[in-house]
C-alpha cells in the first residue's frame, strides 16, 4: 500500500490563520474530485462555522507536461499539443502559436486566412462562454439553462467538424494561414447560426436576469476590486467585470481585429453577477465580429506562398519535383527559423493568453512557455471568497471559468 504522509496544521502556518493553529476553525478539503470545482482542482477551505476564513487552491493534479513535449518536436508537428492546453479554446491556442511563430519567421499570411481565423475564434469564444454558462447555473441549481446552451454549442462544433473533420481539437490554423480552404457550405452555415443565437441568448436572460434564486446567489457576492485584479495579473471578463476596459483584441490588435467595429462590455460591480452580465455581452460582441467579417470575407489564397516554411498544395505534389522535395524536407527535417525570440498574446475567452517562443536556430523551439489566463486567474480565490458562506464558494469558482487544463500544463 502507498503511504500517505498527514500534513500538519503548523505545515499550513503561512496559510492559514492563527485561530486554525489553535484549533478555532476547521481544515476541509473541496475537491480535487469535487463536480463543482470545474477540473482537478484542490481547494484547502478553512472555515468557521459556514464562513470562508481563508481559501488555498492547491493545483497540478492534471499536469501533461505540453511545453515540453513541444520543445521536442518541430515547430509544424507541436502545434498538436496546443490544441490540449485550454481544451475549451482549442482555435485560440493554435492561433496565438502560430502568430508567435509567424513573428519569429517573419511569414505573412493572406487576407482571406486572417478572416476566417478571426471567424473561428470568435465562433470558439462564444462556444467557451456557453458552456461556462451552462455549467456554472447549473452550479447554482439552474438546469434548464445546461440544456439549452449544450444545444447551441454543438451547432458551433458542427462548423469545426466541417472546416477541419474535428469537432474540437482541429488543428485547423497553421503557419502562415490554415491547413485549407473552408468548404462551400461554411458561409451558409455560419450565417444561419449568427442569425438564431440571439434569440437564444435572450431566452438566457429571461430565464435568469429576473430569478430571484439566481440574483441571491449571484450579486453581491464573491466581490473584487480593479486594482485587487491588476495586482494580482488578472485578465478577461473577470477584469472587465471591474470597470477596466482592456482587451488585446482593441489594446494590441492581431489578425486584422482592427478592421471590426466591436464594443467593450464592462461592468464595475465585480461580483458573480458582473462577471455573468459581460460575458453574456461579450457573445453579442462577437456575433457582431463574425458577421463583419462573413460579409466582407475575401477570396484568394488561405496560405502563404513562402515555400520554405509553409507546404506546397497537394495539387502541386502530383506535378511538380520541386514542391514534393518541399513537402518531403518540411515534414522530414521542419524548417530553421533564425535565432531570437518572441512573445505574442491574444484575448483568449479567459483572458491573456500569451506564447513565448524562443529559436536556436534549429528545427525545434528551444523554449516554449504558455501565460495562459487560468493560471493567473485562479489566485485570487481566496479574495473573492473570503468572508463568504461556503456555498458561495461554488458561485465563486464558476465566475472566474477555469479550465484546469489551461493552469496546470
Known sequence: MTNIREVSVDELRHLV???????????????????????????LLELDGEIVVNCIPDIGFLHTGVEKNMENKTYQKAEVMTDRLDYLNPIGNNLVYC?????????DVPPRAQAIR?????????????????????DLAAMSVFLYTMR?????LDIFE??????????????????????????????????????????YHDLLDEN?????????????????????????????????AYDIRKAIPYSGYEQYDFNIPIRTEGDVYARYAVRMDEMEESLKIIRQALDKLPYGPVRSSNRKYVPPPRSEIGVSME??????????????????????????????????LESDGGPKPYRVHYRTPTFANLQVMPILTRGQFIADVVAAIGSIDIVLGDADR
Open 17 to 43: 490563520s492563527e485561530r486554525a493553529l489553535q484549533g478555532e476553525t476547521m481544515l476541509l478539503n473541496m475537491g480535487p474530485q469535487h463536480p463543482s470545482t470545474h477540473g482537478v482542482l484542490r481547494l
Open 99 to 107: 502568430l508567435a511563430v509567424e513573428k519569429l519567421l517573419d511569414l
Open 118 to 138: 478571426v471567424i473561428l475564434a470568435e465562433l470558439t469564444r462564444i462556444g467557451s462562454h456557453l458552456l461556462w454558462l451552462g455549467t456554472s447555473a447549473l
Open 152 to 156: 447551441e454549442r454543438e451547432k458551433i
Open 162 to 203: 466541417m472546416v477541419s473533420g474535428q469537432r474540437m481539437m482541429t488543428t485547423y490554423i497553421r503557419p502562415g494561414g490554415l491547413w485549407r480552404d473552408v468548404p462551400v457550405e461554411f458561409e451558409a452555415a455560419v450565417y444561419k447560426f449568427i442569425d438564431e443565437l440571439p434569440r437564444e441568448i435572450e431566452k
Open 212 to 244: 430571484e434564486l439566481f440574483l441571491d446567489r449571484t450579486k453581491g457576492v464573491a466581490t473584487i476590486t480593479r486594482d485587487e485584479c491588476i495586482a494580482y495579473g488578472v485578465t478577461g471578463p473577470v477584469l472587465r467585470a471591474t470597470g477596466m
Open 323 to 356: 514542391a514534393l522535395i518541399h513537402h518531403f524536407k518540411l515534414w522530414t527535417e521542419g524548417f530553421y527559423p533564425p535565432k531570437g525570440s518572441v512573445y505574442v498574446a491574444t484575448e483568449s475567452p479567459r483572458g491573456e493568453l500569451g506564447v513565448f
